[in-house]
T-cell receptor, first 116, second 113 residues
Framework: GAVVSQHPSWVICKSGTSVKIECRSL??????MFWYRQFPKQSLMLMAT?????????EQGVEKDKFLINHASLTLSTLTVTSAHPEDSSFYIC????????????FGPGTRLTVT | AQTVTQSQPEMSVQEAETVTLSCTYD???????LFWYKQPPSRQMILVIR??????QNATENRFSVNFQKAAKSFSLKISDSQLGDTAMYFC??????????FGKGTRLHILP
């Protein structure tokens, strides 16, 4: 149980285009989802927290107009990187939390984004 | 503000040995949970063990155990009988109920054959 999927697992896009990453909770309802960014050999950096039906809360320094987060249902959250630039190339990881356990997060497998 | 500190960037041990990864945390609030996550080369985050800060007893999961020293705000992970599959990045993390989790910078662990 508690499986989180991400799609795509890797994506290459051209500079200036937008790319959408999906995060799905497959067997539970995710009231809260988190989006992280991870550079090579570094830790996870929280980008934003999204609650179903509400606007996402972004961490300091994260451009909300560039990283659009939507959490329209209890099983799906999306991260859209708008007008992507090579410096946006990174590994993006989502996680989800349920009402039944407000401490633990279940992580997706991550999405590798390369902007050329 | 919460902080989680891992002071060992990288460690190497021989297979079958025991290794301890260090972590300290700082929070002024109660209802705090502490976690150790493993990130193997696949980069999938895997929960290794979690500890409720209000519990005195150290958590244990098979070969993995923690040494939780509340007064010292220390939360170390001990891996017994280490195996090649334990090679990974290990992150210490902490969080309050219904709040975000803060991650340490990680310790890269190499298990040598």
């Amino acid at each position: 149980g508690a499986v989180v999927s991400q799609h795509p697992s890797w994506v290459i896009c051209k500079s200036g285009t937008s790319v959408k990453i999906e995060c799905r909770s497959l067997d539970f309802q995710a009231t809260t989802m988190f989006w992280y960014r991870q550079f090579p050999k570094q830790s996870l950096m929280l980008m934003a927290t999204s609650n179903e039906g509400s606007k996402a809360t972004y961490e300091q320094g994260v451009e909300k107009d560039k990283f659009l987060i939507n959490h329209a249902s209890l099983t799906l959250s999306t991260l859209t990187v708008t007008s992507a630039h090579p410096e946006d190339s990174s590994f993006y990881i989502c996680s989800a939390r349920t009402l039944q356990d407000l401490y633990e997060q279940y992580f997706g497998p991550g999405t590798r984004l390369t902007v050329t | 503000a919460q902080t989680v500190t891992q002071s060992q960037p990288e460690m190497s041990v021989q297979e079958a040995e025991t290794v301890t990864l260090s972590c300290t945390y700082d929070t002024s609030e109660s209802n705090y949970y502490l976690f150790w996550y493993k990130q193997p080369p696949s980069r999938q985050m895997i929960l290794v063990i979690r500890q409720e800060a209000y519990k005195q007893q150290n958590a244990t999961e098979n070969r993995f155990s923690v040494n939780f020293q509340k007064a010292a705000k220390s939360f170390s992970l001990k891996i017994s009988d280490s195996q090649l599959g334990d090679t990974a990045m290990y992150f210490c993390a902490g969080g309050h109920r219904d709040d975000k989790i803060i991650f340490g910078k990680g310790t890269r662990l190499h298990i040598l054959p």
